[in-house]
């Protein structure tokens, strides 16, 4: 069984980082497709970074130049750096595989794995 499990969340002053991660089980990590995702209240479903089994990266653009996307194989854990937070960049965090389409109106389907969510929260 598939499981993607997120954790690094919390609250921050803008201008703060956060490094979330999201550790992986039930699937072949190393042929996977795994990315970041979010959802802030009222908005659709966006994505923020995602990483290609070929180490291939993409970053949004309102994001790009402030987080980066990394992976550890050994274990199985896909990060999301996140530097020069803005509280724009409030929302529950997910990670999900392989690759949903995106925008949707919320950050799950029936064609993807996704993890619980984790909290971002960037005050003013």
């Known amino acids: 069984q598939v499981q993607l499990v997120e954790s690094g969340g919390g609250s921050v002053q803008a201008g703060g980082s956060l490094t979330l991660s999201c550790t992986a089980s039930g699937f072949t990590f190393d042929d996977s497709d795994v990315g970041w995702y979010r959802q802030a209240p009222g908005n659709v479903c966006e994505r923020v970074a995602t990483?290609?089994?070929?180490?291939?990266?993409y970053i949004a653009d309102s994001v790009k130049g402030r987080f980066s996307i990394s992976q550890d194989n050994a274990k199985k854990t896909v990060y999301l750096q996140m530097n020069t937070l803005k509280p724009e960049d409030t929302a529950v965090y997910y990670c999900a595989t392989p690759g949903p389409i995106i925008p949707r109106d919320t950050c799950s389907d029936e064609y993807n794995d996704w993890g619980q969510g984790t909290q971002v929260t960037v005050s003013s």
């Open positions: 990483i290609t089994n070929d180490g291939i990266e």
